[in-house]
């Protein structure tokens, strides 16, 4: 059965302090990889997509590397802005539908 | 920058009662998608539509829900007999391809009473 876990649930960082969130997946066929950002009473935001192992994708502070059994958004110097839920979802080879970890809340402060 | 739009954004209604969500993908979308995240939990599959059929759906779809697309824009989700446990927020979603990157709409929040 495909399955996306996410680590730690929550984090809580100062402004500036760089750290990085896990998402353990398994799943028949990796199509894809997606992170997305999802800010209180909101929609998921999409940030990157990751297709094989090795690909990495970077947007501002933040960057996505994959491996064959996880990926990790690595977040550097982050701002007070970056405060939200991060979702990692995956697409396999049965259908089309996403399956998505439980999320990372981040919170920074400054 | 083209988006999905949902409305409402939030409805209220009594156990029993029927509720249609409603949606626009984004205009040169394919394939669409409904979701839902019960507060404090994962976002969860419903179901997918393509072609004017459904070609995807969870055990959580079960006789109770509905999807259409009435016309060339609109795509909407109903439930027939709303339960308390359907409370939930219900996010629509788009994508131009099968298999491919979607975009998620903001939501409907139900609240059954």
């Known amino acids: 059965e495909d399955q996306v876990t996410q680590s730690p649930e929550a984090l809580r960082l100062q402004e500036g302090e760089s750290s990085s969130l896990n998402c353990s997946y398994t799943?028949?066929?990796?199509?894809?990889l997606f992170w997305y950002r999802q800010d209180p009473g909101k929609g998921p935001e999409f940030l990157f997509t990751l297709y094989s192992a090795g690909e990495e994708k970077e947007k501002e502070r933040l960057k996505a590397t994959l491996t064959k059994k996880e990926s990790f958004l690595h977040i550097t110097a982050p701002k007070p802005e970056d405060s939200a839920t991060y979702l990692c979802?995956?697409?396999?080879?049965?259908?089309?539908?996403?399956?998505f970890g439980q999320g990372t809340e981040l919170s920074v402060k400054p | 920058e083209p988006e999905v739009t949902q409305t409402p954004s939030h409805q209220v209604t009594q156990m029993g009662q029927e509720v249609i969500l409603r949606c626009v993908p984004i205009?040169?979308?394919?394939?669409f998608y409904w979701y839902r995240q019960i507060l404090g939990q994962k976002v969860e599959f419903l179901v997918s539509f393509y072609n004017n059929e459904i070609s995807e759906k969870s055990e959580i779809f079960d006789d109770q829900f509905s999807v259409e697309r009435p016309d060339g824009s609109n795509f909407t989700l109903k439930i027939r007999s709303t339960k308390l446990e359907d409370s939930a927020m219900y996010f629509c979603?788009?994508?131009?391809?099968?298999?491919?990157?979607?975009?998620f709409g903001p939501g409907t929040r139900l609240t059954v009473t």
């Open positions: 979802a995956v697409l396999g080879n049965q259908g089309g539908k996403l399956i």
């Open positions: 979603a788009s994508s131009r391809q099968g298999q491919a990157l979607q975009y």
């Open positions: 799943v028949s066929g990796l199509r894809g």
């Open positions: 205009s040169n979308h394919l394939y």
